[in-house]
């Protein structure tokens, strides 16, 4: 009798696959059929996930490896190194799986009644589907090759989805702008790839780990594999992509492609951390160099959002600066080595990977409930909607304190320790960043301002509230923004010191793989 509970990994992969290509059919039958079918789909995969996640939380590790008799099996007797594709899953591996499957449910839940018929929902879909199906892969992997395989699904399908408002040109733009610089970035980390299996004839992440010399060559894989994971995750000044891409996608798309954007993210901090282990540490101008264009990335993502009278490109912006704040603790982990000062950064960093998704994915959702109501994206063409949309004024205020660190918000959480680790490396990056926030704080007020409690326009007086799947998606999300922020330490003794941890002890994550044959 097959254990289902085993297979969890490859179903994670299997189960939303099977979905996206059924999906089309089903929306042919019915679309309510279709509707439950995609939340259904998505609903599973979530509760794989929290499986999956409790069961690597109480007994560590979990391999699974394609095409063996016993699923933990990583190389067979007669050869040494792993021969098999497999997927290594630990304390990393599911905070981001987590993230994954929360957002793309929401995004789903969001689409409902935003996405319209005449859109291609079917197709929309069927692409949102294929994204979540890469970005799991991309984090259950333990092989290079197939990560740059399932990043190239979540390329793809992201700029299919960006593009999904087919009657603007915008979309368009954003669309090729994002595949175009997505497709260098991935010929860069092909380019990687090659140059780590030339030099050790392997594609495993921990048998290369664990064989790592540090060469000429391995050192242009690494500045290749930053670069390309770096313009994946958008940060700057390879951030050009992502004001279009977030400003002009639907914002259920935005959402999707913001976790997408995550996941290339966590490549980064996997390779860094994992695959390079404590040989980067030895060269400190890594992490110098990832926490300057940090800095760089929150000025330019605050001045830049300053300045925007557009809703949507002024959240655009605010999300650059925050995969700054993200790279200011992680790189700062990366300059000092992991020792407390070091590991207290690297926390930080985790932890707002999460709240950056909420907290941001929140505005983006209350933005696009506004524009859903309205039909307007300018500042200048709305005013006084707090009078007709109570649920979704309460749902941007959470969002803008989140996003800008107000206590009691999530957010406040992790940049409070951002601040703490990064002034000890430099009190100038400190005070960079705080005033930064402060100048978030100021824009979004503003913004709210203008968006709510201004005076009522002329033609926004038949506006109503949103639809309830909608105001559902930004609840959930309000919910959690709350709820991370009233217990930070509960959320980072069970979910973001694991993934640290994973991060600190690479040694774990490839003895497993090299100790895993029978």
């Known amino acids: 009798m097959i254990d289902l509970f ?40 979530a509760a794989m996930s929290f499986l999956l996640a409790q069961d690597v939380y109480t007994n560590g590790i979990k391999l699974y490896t394609f095409g063996a008799d016993i699923p933990s099996l990583t190389h067979p007797d007669t050869v040494s190194i792993p021969v098999r594709i497999i997927f290594e899953i630990d304390g990393m591996s599911v905070f981001m799986l987590l993230i994954s499957v929360i957002i793309g449910f929401l995004a789903a839940l969001y689409s409902i009644s935003f996405i319209k018929d005449e859109n291609g929902i079917e197709r929309y879909y069927t692409l949102l589907l294929l994204l979540i199906t890469g970005m799991i892969g991309m984090e259950l992997t333990g092989d290079l090759f197939n990560f740059f395989v399932f990043i190239e699904i979540t390329s793809i399908s992201a700029a299919a989805l960006i593009a999904t408002m087919v009657d603007r040109e915008q979309s368009f733009e954003a669309a090729f702008k994002y595949l175009v610089l997505s497709s260098i970035g991935a010929l860069f980390l092909l380019l990687a790839i090659g140059f780590l299996y030339g030099q050790y004839d392997a594609l495993n992440i921990a048998t290369i780990a664990s064989s790592m010399q540090y060469t000429f060559a391995d050192r242009m894989a690494l500045v290749l594999i930053i670069g390309a994971l770096a313009l994946k995750a958008g940060l700057a000044p390879m951030h050009m992509w992502m004001p279009d891409a977030y400003g002009e996608a639907p914002p259920s798309v935005t959402i999707a492609v913001m976790a997408a954007t995550l996941a290339s993210l966590y490549g980064l901090i996997r390779m860094c951390f994992t695959l390079y282990g404590s040989s980067i540490f030895n060269l400190s101008v890594i992490g110098a160099l990832i926490v300057a264009m940090a800095m760089i990335s929150i000025i330019i993502g605050a001045t830049m959002a300053l300045i925007q009278s557009n809703l949507t490109r002024a959240i655009a912006y605010a999300a650059v600066a925050e995969i700054g704040y993200m790279l200011l603790g992680i790189g700062t982990a990366l300059h000092v080595g992991i020792n407390e000062f070091g590991e207290t950064a690297l926390t930080g960093g985790i932890f707002h990977i999460f709240n950056d998704v909420l907290d941001v994915g929140l505005l983006f959702l209350a933005t696009g409930a506004v524009i859903y109501a309205t039909n307007e994206k300018s500042l200048s063409n709305l005013g006084g909607l707090a009078r007709k949309m109570k649920f979704t004024t309460i749902f941007f205020l959470i969002g803008l304190l989140a996003a800008a660190g107000m206590p009691p918000m999530n957010g406040f959480a992790s940049k409070i320790i951002i601040y703490e680790s990064v002034y000890r490396l430099n009190p100038l990056l400190s005070i960079g960043a705080i005033l930064a926030s402060i100048l978030m704080l100021a824009i979004f007020v503003r913004i709210f301002y203008s968006v709510f409690l201004g005076p009522e326009l002329p033609n926004l007086k038949n506006v109503r509230e949103v639809p309830k799947a909608m105001l559902i998606s930004m609840a959930i999300i309000s919910m959690l923004i709350i709820i991370f922020g009233l217990f930070p330490g509960y959320v980072i003794d069970n979910l973001v010191a694991p993934a640290a941890s994973a991060l600190a002890n690479p040694e774990s994550y490839i003895n497993a793989v090299l100790l895993g044959g029978a």
Do not use: D, Q, S
């Not at 999906?23 to 279709?34: D, Q, S």
């Open 6 to 45: 085993e297979h969890i990994p490859a179903l994670l992969i299997a189960v939303p696959l099977l979905g996206a290509f059924l999906t089309p059919l089903l929306g042919k039958v019915n679309k309510n059929a279709r509707n439950i079918w995609v939340l259904l789909i998505l609903a599973l995969t």
